[in-house]
């Protein structure tokens, strides 16, 4: 229960306040971010329905939705995308781009990033089923945290500190086996083997967005970990359309 509170209190900004905990239990918690996912998606599902059952317009409940999901997460997946957008679209070097993440102000292409990533999810979500609204809602937060699981597991922390490198530092097999089978159940007992196939196409992006991470600037930081969890979304959505 303690490794799933403090998933909790990394990927949300529900007042939960884990009172102690080592380097080995919070990197454990990567096991439960897809767990984190769920109760997030569940929690949008129901406001989904509750909207629903008071006949709100179906682009407002859409566009409440997503704001609903930004202030669950505090935003920071999307602060990450910013940063991550400033810094790769830029004609600038490994350590250029780096410094540019840390800048707390926002550029150009940051503010593009955001907004289209935002104007997606409203349009993906507005031209679901609305009986597939729940399913894309619950699959797009566990596939894309768990795609948060993978990219640490596979490719290198480019920083020699940061609020991620604990996780990288401390993820192994066992952490990543086991998230592994927890986002595979999710997806299947949401959306069957449909389900699979869009985990099977996350995991690819996933993949292929961080390997072009890493050849920019050596490798991920938490920054690209929240551009690859807004992007995933995203994605998810796309193919819960599709499929």
Not at 50 to 64: Q, S, Y
Request: proline content about 3%; overall charge positive; hydrophobic content about 55%.
């Amino acid at each position: 229960m303690k490794k799933i509170l403090l998933a909790l209190q990394f990927l949300t900004i529900i007042p939960i306040k884990v009172k102690s905990a080592d380097d080995k239990e919070i990197a454990d918690s990567l096991i439960y971010f897809p767990i984190a996912g769920l109760f997030i998606g569940l929690a949008l599902a129901g406001i989904n329905g509750l909207l629903g059952f008071f006949n709100f317009p179906r682009l407002a409940t859409d566009v409440i939705l997503i704001v609903s999901l930004i202030a669950i997460t505090g935003g920071m997946h999307l602060d990450g995308l910013a940063d991550t957008s400033d810094a790769l679209l830029s004609v600038r070097n490994k350590d250029e781009m780096l410094k540019i993440m840390r800048d707390p102000h926002i550029g150009v292409m940051g503010v593009i990033g955001i907004v289209s990533i935002l104007l997606l999810k409203i349009a993906f979500l507005f031209s679901l089923d609305p009986s597939l609204v729940p399913v894309g809602l619950i699959l797009m937060c566990v596939l894309s945290r768990w795609s948060l699981v993978l990219s640490l597991f596979l490719f290198p922390y480019a920083r020699q500190e940061g609020k991620a490198k604990i996780f990288s530092e401390g993820i192994n097999s066992r952490i990543f086996i086991l998230a592994a089978i927890i986002a595979f159940v999710c997806a299947l007992v949401t959306a069957g083997l449909r389900g699979l196939l869009i985990l099977g196409i996350i995991t690819l992006c996933a993949c292929l967005i961080n390997k072009l991470i890493t050849k920019r600037i050596g490798g991920i930081t938490g920054d690209t970990l929240g551009a690859t969890g807004e992007i995933n979304e995203t994605l998810t959505l796309f193919c819960t359309l599709l499929i």
